[in-house]
């Protein structure tokens, strides 16, 4: 960490120490619990005698700024445990981290009348914490469980300069705008509904629209590149689960078993063994490989609810998902096709820029040092063979294999997590599958984990934020509305509406009472491409008056004109 990040670091979590001090002042019987420093700022967790509304953290912030004014130092000292139980005692929490921690002493910082236990490290007086604002509350459960206490998080944000905070502020502002979340209601895309089932989403026509658009392009795609899909079950017997190792590696994150003919059945969190199945349903060849198999598959985990977060954190989603089976010698060239794919992908929806990560062995992890150095360098060669820079993400493989991760940037600045190419030296081993090879005798195939989109749910909620609701005109669930001036053009503005849905343009006519000005605002607030106003002028002349969502007036064109130009933007995907 370089000086001016962790100059930084230390004011945002000395910050957090100035908040825990002025919601004392004001909330003396409050329990607290931890704050840290984060990513743009801090937060500390509160167990307090009532929610907190705005005019509360107006006042907390108001103390926050008397305490640095004050300039306070930041005092440090080292205690025994059982000197620490005493100063906490009426702090529940401190009493159960004090349990947890190695040793005899415990570290301490205070200034003024508030002390905390803490391990630092502080900036000298708090005079010298900067430009801050006191952002939000949120609910969070302690340590993460949701069968511990619910507490509330004050999040706030802190940087060097007014003008840094005030940029950041602006993006958060830009930010509560494109929320998928509030937009998803606006725009009628989808819903949840928590009292049935919390982190699984229902789609609505729009909403199921767009992601059949998405996952057809998907199709196309894939038959293009030489992918094979296919479907395969939602559940599967213990027994598959135990051979894949899901059951001893990953249970926590399944759904408890159901009981079929007495025997334990799980909902699949993956596809992989299914997919291994169909692989090994005959004997292979090597002049089969590779063998690319793909599937549009909802697959469900276990997610505390304390971190879902609409379509972005869910407990059933579906992943674009492939397994690719090859020979030693096919493997980088299909780690190259699936980069080479990806970019297809990113391109269409409008994703310039992205990061990559290369992800290193693990602590423990399944296969030879010879079998992971050679995938890294698989790996490295075809991000290089591609002019794609990468950071290194130490330790950050999966105990089975490398990997290669992509996270793509939105309009804002936010990474987001999207295509994974993997390997995987584990399943392979676990469900013993072979190829016969050209001297006749069983050699294992190289096996490759790869998903372009990710969740396409999660995929969906990037995609509503980075837009903005206005999705390009392929993807647009309407993508021209006929606005008729008066009831006596309905029936022509039908028929232009007949003639673009002829073309598949997705087209609907507003035929309501109401007038023209207040049509055309709605089919905006909905983010329709295409408002075409019909009257008694086009009607004679047999056009459309073209206006666009961004209240541009294109004018009047024939429909064969708007036609040829809606084609166009849709073959190009602008």
């Not at 445990?81 to 190695?102: C, G, M, S, V, Y």
């Not at 598949?504 to 709605?522: C, F, H, P, T």
Request: glycine letters at 8%; proline letters at 4%.
């Amino acid at each position: 960490m370089d000086s001016n990040n962790e100059r930084l670091t230390k004011m945002r979590h000395s910050a957090s120490h100035i908040m825990a001090e002025a919601v004392l002042s004001l909330f003396p019987e409050a329990k607290f619990a931890i704050g840290p420093a984060i990513e743009n700022g801090f937060y500390y967790d509160f167990d307090l005698p009532r929610s907190l509304t705005p005019e509360d953290l107006a006042g907390v912030e108001q103390k926050m700024r008397d305490i640095i004014a004050a300039d306070e130092p930041f005092r440090h000292e080292e205690a025994s445990k059982e000197e620490a139980r005493t100063l906490f005692a009426t702090q529940p929490f401190k009493l159960e981290l004090i349990d947890d921690i190695e040793g005899d002493k415990v570290s301490i910082y205070g200034q003024g009348s508030f002390v905390d236990l803490c391990a630092g490290p502080h900036v000298e007086r708090t005079g010298e914490v900067k430009a801050f604002k006191l952002t939000s509350v949120a609910g969070a459960y302690w340590r993460g469980d949701e069968r511990r206490p619910m507490l509330q998080r004050i999040y706030g944000a802190l940087f060097e300069t007014q003008a840094e905070l005030d940029d950041y502020l602006h993006r958060l502002e830009d930010a509560a705008q494109r929320d998928h979340r509030r937009l998803g209601r606006e725009l009628d895309l989808f819903s949840f509904h928590e009292e049935y089932g919390p982190g699984l989403a229902y789609w609505h026509p729009k909403g199921a629209r767009v992601r059949n658009i998405i996952e057809d392009f998907w199709r196309k795609e894939h038959y293009r590149a030489g992918y094979e899909l296919i479907l395969t079950p939602h559940i599967g017997k213990a027994a598959l689960w135990e051979t894949s190792g899901h059951l001893d590696f990953y249970r926590e994150n399944m759904y408890s078993p159901m009981q079929v003919d007495e025997q334990d059945y799980y909902i699949k969190p993956m596809n992989c063994p299914f997919h291994i199945q169909i692989y090994s349903s005959r004997t292979r060849s090597y002049r089969e490989l590779p063998i690319r198999l793909a599937e549009m598959a909802t697959v469900y985990r276990y997610e505390r609810s304390g971190v879902l977060h609409g379509l972005l954190r869910v407990r059933g989603f579906t992943q674009d998902d492939a397994h690719i089976f090859c020979r030693p010698d096919q493997v980088e060239d299909e780690i190259g096709r699936a980069l080479d794919l990806m970019t297809v992908f990113l391109k269409a929806f409008g994703f310039a820029d992205y990061r990559v990560y290369l992800a290193t062995a693990p602590d423990k992890s399944t296969g030879s040092p010879e079998d992971w150095q050679m995938a890294e360098d698989v790996l490295r060669s075809a991000c290089h063979a591609r002019g794609l820079d990468y950071s290194l993400d130490l330790g950050g493989g999966v105990f089975y294999g490398p990997k290669i991760d992509v996270k793509l940037l939105d309009v804002l600045g936010r990474e987001w997590q999207c295509t994974t190419v993997q390997f995987d030296f584990n399943l392979p081993e676990r469900f013993g599958i072979t190829y016969v090879g050209e001297d006749g005798r069983e050699h294992r195939p190289f096996m490759v984990h790869r998903t372009l989109l990710g969740s396409v749910e999660r995929f969906m909620g990037v995609l509503i934020e980075h837009y903005a609701g206005a999705f390009p005109l392929w993807l647009a669930p309407v993508q021209a509305m006929v606005v008729p001036i008066a009831d006596r053009h309905v029936e022509y503005g039908r028929g232009v509406a007949e003639a673009l849905r002829q073309e598949d343009i997705r087209v609907e006519v507003d035929d309501r009472n109401e007038r023209m000005n207040a049509k055309i605002r709605d089919a905006q607030l909905q983010k329709v491409p295409y408002m075409l106003v019909v009257g008694d002028k086009e009607a004679e002349a047999g056009t459309v008056n073209v206006r666009l969502r961004s209240g541009e007036n294109i004018g009047a064109i024939s429909v064969a004109e708007l036609l040829a130009r809606v084609q166009r933007e849709i073959d190009e995907k602008i």
